[in-house]
């Protein structure tokens, strides 16, 4: 994961809560096939471990094909068992440095909420990215934290890691965030629960 200031694929793509639709995949290819999206996270809550691995799968190769890396939250077995490019832990989840001795060398993302406290035991720990948020009200899940823009100038001064923002992102705010030096933006909602646009319509309006 390179910090890349003038990045063009800054969107770290989250799944809907529920994939129950054939057409989600239809969606998906064409979102991916954009060359918009650096990385997309497969977050199903509410789902037996045998509906993730089925669904996992069938992601993981839209993934492959058009070179985005997959990664799955808060499971690091489940993302050994897909062989996932690598996991997202929250703070509720396993401790990073027992997902690494699963995951070996893939890429261990960590929630910070709005915490450089948090950040700095994520960097100690080996994370290889750290995500703030959430930045604006969401649908997508409960909001315990909210952060602040002024976190993403901060943890730019003690970290080189790539830093994702997270929380209500969409058309009429995404651009702050990148202007404060957010590196990738965590995106749900806005791309598949979208009331006026497709997803691939609402993915090419961000540029």
Same mark, same amino acid.
């Given at each position: 994961?390179?910090?890349?200031?003038?990045?063009?694929?800054?969107?770290?793509?989250? *799944?809907?809560?529920? +994939?129950?639709?054939?057409?989600?995949?239809?969606?998906? #290819?064409?979102?991916?096939? #954009? =060359?918009?999206? *650096?990385?997309?996270?497969?977050?199903?809550?509410?789902?037996? &471990?045998?509906?993730? $691995? +089925?669904?996992?799968?069938? +992601?993981?190769? +839209?993934?492959?094909?058009?070179?985005? !890396?997959?990664?799955? &939250?808060?499971?690091?077995?489940? %993302?050994?068992?897909?062989?996932?490019?690598?996991?997202?832990?929250?703070? =509720?989840?396993?401790?990073?440095?027992? %997902?690494?001795?699963?995951?070996?060398?893939?890429?261990?993302?960590?929630?910070?909420?709005? *915490?450089?406290?948090?950040?700095?035991?994520? /960097?100690?720990?080996?994370?290889?990215? $750290? %995500?703030?948020?959430?930045?604006? #009200?969401?649908?997508?899940?409960?909001?315990?934290?909210?952060? *602040? $823009?002024?976190?993403?100038?901060?943890?730019?001064?003690?970290?080189?890691?790539?830093?994702?923002? /997270?929380?209500?992102?969409?058309?009429?705010?995404?651009? !702050?965030?990148?202007?404060?030096?957010? &590196?990738?933006?965590?995106? #749900?909602?806005?791309?598949?629960?979208?009331? $006026?646009?497709?997803?691939?319509?609402?993915?090419?309006?961000?540029?």
């Amino acid at each position: 994961m390179r910090d890349n200031k003038r990045n063009k694929k800054f969107v770290y793509l989250i *799944s809907p809560n529920k +994939i129950e639709n054939v057409k989600f995949y239809t969606d998906l #290819s064409l979102v991916l096939k #954009s =060359g918009k999206v *650096s990385f997309f996270q497969l977050r199903l809550k509410d789902e037996t &471990n045998q509906n993730k $691995l +089925i669904i996992g799968k069938k +992601i993981r190769h +839209i993934c492959t094909k058009y070179k985005v !890396k997959f990664l799955v &939250n808060d499971d690091p077995l489940l %993302a050994k068992k897909l062989n996932a490019d690598g996991c997202h832990l929250g703070q =509720g989840d396993m401790d990073l440095i027992k %997902a690494r001795k699963i995951l070996k060398n893939k890429i261990i993302g960590v929630t910070c909420h709005n *915490s450089i406290k948090l950040a700095k035991e994520g /960097i100690a720990a080996g994370a290889n990215y $750290l %995500a703030f948020g959430a930045f604006y #009200s969401t649908q997508t899940k409960k909001v315990k934290y909210k952060a *602040s $823009l002024k976190i993403l100038r901060s943890i730019k001064k003690i970290t080189s890691l790539p830093i994702v923002a /997270i929380g209500g992102i969409k058309l009429n705010n995404y651009k !702050k965030l990148l202007l404060n030096k957010a &590196n990738f933006l965590a995106i #749900s909602g806005y791309i598949w629960n979208n009331k $006026l646009y497709k997803p691939l319509e609402a993915l090419k309006k961000l540029k």
